[in-house]
């Protein structure tokens, strides 16, 4: 099982990023996928989901209006689209990969960094 997030670097603020997460050795249109973030001294939050058919999503109220989560099952590809970034943004960000039929299966990538400065 591999998840493998690009996209990261260093923006303005006002910029955006686009995060992809290339996922391989599981059914990936099986699995809800999500994006956490992890700034230094702070626990890992929940940045966006979405659902295994992409038909919901859900999003932490800081990056609504913001960032769009999607994901493309043909590519084995989930994206995270930041706009309006601001510093408080600045984290690593992680690709998740989540499915509860009885039993658990839940991936991490490595994480990206993203940061946010002038």
């Known amino acids: 099982v591999q998840l493998v997030e690009s996209g990261g670097g260093l923006v303005q603020p006002g910029g955006f990023l686009r995060l992809s997460c290339a996922a391989s050795?599981?059914?990936?249109?099986?699995?809800?996928m999500s994006w956490y973030r992890q700034a230094p001294g702070k626990e890992r939050e929940l940045v966006a989901g979405?659902?295994?058919?992409?038909?919901?999503?859900n999003y932490a109220d800081s990056v609504k209006g913001r960032f769009t989560i999607s994901r493309d099952n043909a590519k084995n590809t989930v994206y995270l689209q930041m706009n309006s970034l601001k510093p408080e943004d600045t984290a690593v960000y992680y690709c998740?990969?989540?499915?509860?039929?009885?039993?658990?299966?839940?991936?991490w990538g490595q994480g990206t960094q993203v940061t946010v400065s002038s």
């Open positions: 998740n990969a989540l499915k509860e039929y009885g039993i658990v299966y839940n991936y």
């Open positions: 979405i659902t295994n058919a992409g038909r919901s999503t």
């Open positions: 050795g599981f059914t990936f249109s099986r699995y809800v």
